[in-house]
């Protein structure tokens, strides 16, 4: 295939290396994916496609562990599921509670204030995470608070947020709850009715092991009823709820043209999802996580968040380490992709994501023994093999 | 694979049936495209990828026929390219004049009304097109308009709306010229810069043939400046050009998470026009229309459309033909697509594109051959052959 010549660069024909993302996603898609989503494209209104729309909802209702009516994918990535979930249940003026303690959460505010709604933050420092009762208390100076927005599992610090508690004092409170579930969905518990969350947005590139593209969406009842009442437009005619609903329902009134080849992948990985089981699958992120983390604090890195993710792990970088050139080894010569820093945690820490397919003893096993070789490259003094033994040993008592 | 019950449904192996997609879009993807598309998923912050999202952005530069630095493709459909166009151009309480001649105008004038501009309506009959001098005389009632929207290519009509002196009059009248290519992009001529068209979108999956998912957008410098200037932040965080102009510029600034594969699936698609080479793709298209044109036009059939583009030909429905049956028989005993009509056009007009790859002459000889059964059937009294001789001259006059 000849290489075509745009303004000076030669674009050949495409060969992307075979990477193992290890990073807070993409992460690995398996072929059984990939193979869904090179099917040939067929029309967004052929009967062979509204079927499979409804088999991705019934999937989604599945792993999101919900009866909710309103549960579809939002034809974007996670930030457009966020804003999607922001903008339909935001009309100018409400009062919105935004927990900030990451970048996730500044965006949720930033996405809040964009559509028109008074914002109160509750902040924290990044890595930690908010207490019930310090919401239950923000919420009473805040008495006509319509949303609280927080974030299951905040990507940008590998915090693990609990969410049955805050869920009681928010709905005591007569509010909304809104969840960023984007780094739990199908490697963590996520429990949208026994939880009584209202609205959550995900995405497909982390524990559900999708390419990116997609944002899974679910609204309960009193959610899609606030929907429903609305007295102005929501500001997104792209993400207006009230017509997307229309489009993947039974009407199948015409609104935009879906991702189709990207809803086969995540019919195809949401299936993978069910097949394994939703505890199984659980489980084996937390055994992957327990035996990663033995072996990266083995080897003296400290984990930064106290209540910590299982799906992504955020460490703090060794003192006189360079960031860049330690992810750039773990790529160049081990094709593992680990993530740096976001914002204040730039050149400060590492983001080791093990999600969905990418979960397994052998990712672990690797990238403890390649990040053991660059350690030592930089100069880091390591207990030899301390990191494998230590992971071992959490395989060996399971 | 076993197939697994979610509520109720047995979801098993997809397995699309192979359509021969001649509707208003997607059309055909071709292997080569569906190849990339499943290419390995890599981090979207990859080395790699960086000089994936740079070669994209110079191949649609070159498909755009722009040297619009801000050239790129939104992450998601062409109705989000759309949403982007409108939302970073205005401001709450700036002038927009919308031209609605079928459901994308329409769509145009409802984004804009939601991203709070004072939107004056210049409206002909769905079908029928603009003549520049009528939108010189609307912009000296509307001396204060800041950008004049207008569609190239009316999916839901098949009208084609000249745009050269259109863009002369709004120039004058200093304001900008914002056009939506969705069905023009890669199969009709299309000049960014000899047009001094302002702002442009359009769709991945028509002329491009790729599938939807990608909406490639182009803004000229003075577009560009517009949005600099800004005084309040775009209403929408996830479609706001100022931060996705850095994540896709050289400092590579982490908004969202790009939709990885599709942006492989974009490249190769852009690759395949670049090497057939602009006019020679416009050419095909041309001959490919007239040829249809003929056959349809021998078989009684009416063109709605004084100006048609030759990416997609609407025609009525003869009288006392049963639209639902005739098209569902095309799709069902001959796996082809075609599109019913929208809005005033729902049961009274067809919609046969093509585009892309399925411009050829297989094509329209096969849905010649299978439209003159199928109305044989309906009981459309027809000069047997007259369609497919019809076309032959057209091909033999070349």
Known sequence: MATCDVTGVEVGELNPSRRVLLGPGPSDVSDRVLRALAMPTIGHLDPEYLVIMTETCGLLRRVFQTENELTLAVSGTGSAGMEAC????????????????????????????????????????????FDSSAIGDFLKKHPKTKVVGIVHAETSTGAYQP???????????????????????????????????????SGTQKCLSCPPGLSPVTFSPAAAEVIDSRESKVQSWYLDMSMVRRYWGEERFYHHTAPINMTYALREALRVVVEEGLEDRVARHTLNHRALRAGLEAMGLVYIPKSSLTTLNAVSIPEGVDDARVRGQLLNDYGIEIGGGLGPFKGKAWRVGLMGSGSTRRNVSLVLGALESVLADEGVKLDRGAGVAACRSVYSAK
């Open 163 to 201: 969410l049955e508690e805050v869920s009681r004092v928010v709905h005591e409170a007569g509010a909304l709850l809104l969840v960023d579930a984007v780094t739990s969905l199908g490697g963590m518990e996520l429990k949208i009715d026994d939880w009584e969350i209202d609205a959550c947005y």
């Open 86 to 129: 922001v903008c339909n249940l935001i009309e100018p003026g409400d009062e919105m509670i935004v927990c900030v303690n990451g970048v996730f959460g500044g965006r949720m505010q930033d996405v809040a204030e964009r559509c028109g709604a008074d914002v109160h933050v509750l902040e924290v420092p990044w890595g930690e995470i």
